[in-house]
C-alpha cells in the first residue's frame, strides 16, 4: 500500500515558480557532521558537532578580530601583474582576471588597520580561494607594506597564513618575497613591535619557509596541514612511512614548532593577550 495518493491528476508548475533549496544551507564536515550554514556562522565557522575549522578568508578573520568588524584596508587596489608572460595550460594574466573575478579579491592577501580590544592592530590576511592564496610580488609587497605601517606608527602585527606556496606563475619574483619579508620583520623586530604569526589550513611552502614561522609567538588553529613539502612528497622523498599526524598543528607544537594551539573563539582574546604580555603592559 502506498503511504499516500495523489488526489489530482496533471499537477504542473510553473520554471519561474518552482522552489529550490539555497546553496549552503547545510554544510557537511569531514567527519559526516551536517551544520546548519547559519549556526556555522554564528559559531565563527566551526562545527559545533565536532569542532571543525573550516576554511574561512579575510572578510571572516577580519569580523572576528576588529572591534565591530571596523577596519580600514591598505593598498585596497593593488593588483599583480604577468612580467614573464607565463602560459601553461591557460595564459597567467588570464587566470589574474578569473581569479579576481570568481572571489572579488585583488589578490590573495589583505591588510586590515582597526582596533581589537580597543587598541590598535594590522592584520595581513591571505585568502586560499585566490589561486591558493599562493605568494607572489603583490602578497610580499602587501606584507612589507603592512609592516612598514606597523613600524611608523608602533602598532603590533598579526600574519595570518593560508597559502600553497610561492605562485610559480612569477618564478623568481615569487622567490624573492622569501627574503623581501623576512628583512622586513627583522625591521619590525628591531623597533620592538609585537609580531603574532597565525598559521591556518594550509600552511605549507615558501610561506612556511618564510613569515609564517617567524613569529615572535607562533600560534595554529587546531587541525591546520603545516609544512613545508606535502605528506606525500615528503613519503616519497624519504621512503618512509610519516608519523601519524604528521604535519598537523597538534603534530608540530608536540615537537617545538609552535607555541600555542588557539581555536577561532579564543583568537580574539589570546592574541591580544600575547600582545600584552609582550609589551608588559595591562592585560586587557
Not at 18 to 32: A, H, I, R
Not at 184 to 206: H, M
Request: proline share 4%.
Amino acid at each position: 500500500m502506498s503511504w499516500f495518493k495523489r488526489k489530482e491528476k496533471g499537477i504542473t508548475t510553473a520554471t519561474e515558480d518552482k522552489m529550490d533549496v539555497p546553496k549552503g544551507l547545510w554544510y557537511k564536515s569531514p567527519t559526516g557532521k551536517i551544520v546548519d550554514s547559519n549556526e556555522l556562522a554564528r559559531n565563527l565557522w566551526v562545527s559545533p558537532e565536532d569542532d571543525f575549522h573550516v576554511r574561512i578568508g579575510s572578510a571572516e578573520y577580519f569580523q572576528i578580530l576588529f572591534d565591530n568588524n571596523e577596519f580600514v584596508e591598505l593598498d585596497a587596489n593593488m593588483t599583480a601583474k604577468d612580467p614573464l608572460g607565463f602560459v601553461d595550460t591557460k595564459k597567467y594574466s588570464d587566470r589574474l582576471v578569473d581569479a579576481m573575478s570568481k572571489t572579488k579579491l585583488k589578490d590573495a592577501v589583505r591588510t586590515g588597520v582597526g582596533k581589537s580590544k580597543g587598541n590598535d592592530l594590522v592584520v595581513c590576511c591571505m585568502d586560499f580561494a585566490f589561486i591558493g592564496g599562493s605568494m607572489g610580488a603583490v602578497v610580499g609587497e602587501k606584507i612589507a607594506r603592512g609592516i612598514d605601517h606597523s613600524i611608523k606608527n608602533n602598532i603590533p602585527f598579526v600574519m595570518i597564513s593560508k597559502s600553497g606556496g610561492a605562485r610559480m606563475m612569477e618564478a623568481a619574483y615569487s622567490l624573492m618575497q622569501l627574503a623581501k619579508t623576512s628583512a622586513k620583520l627583522a625591521q619590525l623586530a628591531e623597533a620592538q613591535i609585537p609580531y603574532i604569526s597565525l598559521c591556518t589550513d594550509p600552511t605549507t611552502g615558501g610561506t612556511t619557509a618564510s613569515y609564517a614561522m617567524l613569529g615572535d609567538i607562533n600560534i595554529a588553529e587546531p587541525g591546520a596541514l603545516i609544512g613545508f613539502a606535502g605528506p606525500r612528497v615528503v613519503k616519497d622523498t624519504t621512503g618512509k612511512d610519516l608519523p601519524e599526524g604528521f604535519q598537523t598543528s597538534e603534530f608540530l607544537l608536540e615537537h617545538g614548532f609552535l607555541d600555542f594551539i588557539t581555536p577561532r573563539k579564543e583568537l580574539k582574546d589570546k592574541i591580544n593577550l600575547y600582545i600584552d604580555l609582550i609589551l608588559n603592559q595591562e592585560i586587557r
